[in-house]
């Protein structure tokens, strides 16, 4: 029995897979958790053409990953913190301040997506961070900590 996966299923397959399994694991499981749906000739056909369609959507996204993590290269951020005589900063800087950064550069990426190498940061001075923009699609960039 041939079944298209809905969810990953483990020692099974990943979601938008056609996989064969025994009947009664199909009907009696897979079905009816919602897991799989049966893969008739009308379903492989309607999943053939979305995955066309996620298939398009996903070189075009990572087209502007690649435009994207190019542009981020030459950026120049800075932000700026408050900091005693030393250097020292007053509590520490993190992802939130430096994807709110990027934002005002114009650049919209999720602070999940940002990580900050020798993380936290709580001098003053030159750092570098890894943005996540797509699969496979990773660009490391610096940033400045500078006092108020």
Do not use: C, W
């Not at 969810?7 to 099974?12: F, P, R, S, T």
């Not at 070189?59 to 994207?68: D, I, P, S, V």
């Amino acid at each position: 029995m041939e079944v298209i996966l809905k969810k990953n299923v483990d020692k099974l397959g990943y979601a938008n897979e056609i996989v064969t399994v025994k009947p009664g694991y199909g009907r009696n499981f897979l079905i009816p958790q919602g897991y799989a749906i049966l893969a008739t000739a009308s379903a492989k056909k309607a999943h053939e053409e979305i995955m066309r369609q996620k298939a398009h959507k996903e070189t075009k996204m990572a087209a502007e990953a690649q435009e994207m993590a190019a542009k981020l290269v030459d950026l120049k951020i800075s932000i700026f913190t408050k900091a005693g005589e030393n250097g020292k900063i007053f509590g520490s800087v993190n992802t939130v301040q430096l994807s709110e950064a990027l934002k005002k550069a114009g650049f919209e990426i999720d602070r999940r997506s940002i990580s900050i190498k020798n993380e936290p940061i709580k001098e003053v001075g030159s750092y570098t961070a890894e943005a996540n923009l797509f699969k496979g699609v990773k660009q490391t960039f610096s940033f400045d900590v500078v006092a108020e």
